[in-house]
């Protein structure tokens, strides 16, 4: 079993950034490949990147390439998603997701485990 606690999240101007978190419980964190993933009102969960065990191979949604970074840290069980220059349309709650094993995935049916979720909501 996998916990995974997001924070980070809050409301920003259109043009600023944050940074989410996700810390994994457990000591296998390093053999889980990490994703997050959004969710809008009303619209379905969407990709927003993700990053292999290792974190040499990286992923993102189109949407957020060139402005958003995911990486991770093994040694403190953590993801991370630094998000720059928002958008009013990058409000979402953004969840984190581990998968067993892989690489970079951009299905959340391939992920086994996820967290209860941060708001981010964007201003115009």
């Known amino acids: 079993q996998v916990q995974l606690v997001e924070s980070g999240g809050g409301l920003v101007q259109a043009g600023g950034s944050l940074r989410l978190s996700c810390a994994a419980s457990?000591?296998?964190?390093?053999?889980?490949?990490m994703g997050w993933f959004r969710q809008a009102p009303g619209k379905e969960r969407d990709f927003v990147a993700s990053?292999?065990?290792?974190?040499?191979?990286?992923d993102y949604a189109d949407s957020v390439k060139g402005r958003f970074t995911i990486s991770r840290d093994n040694a403190k069980n953590t993801v991370y998603l630094q998000m720059n220059s928002l958008k009013p349309e990058d409000t979402a709650v953004y969840y984190c997701?581990?998968?067993?094993?892989?690489?970079?995935?951009?299905?959340?049916?391939?992920?086994?485990?996820w967290g209860q979720g941060t708001q981010v909501t964007v201003s115009s």
């Open positions: 990053i292999s065990m290792s974190g040499r191979s990286l």
């Open positions: 457990g000591r296998t964190f390093r053999y889980y490949s």
């Open positions: 997701a581990a998968r067993w094993g892989g690489s970079a995935d951009s299905y959340g049916q391939n992920y086994d485990y």
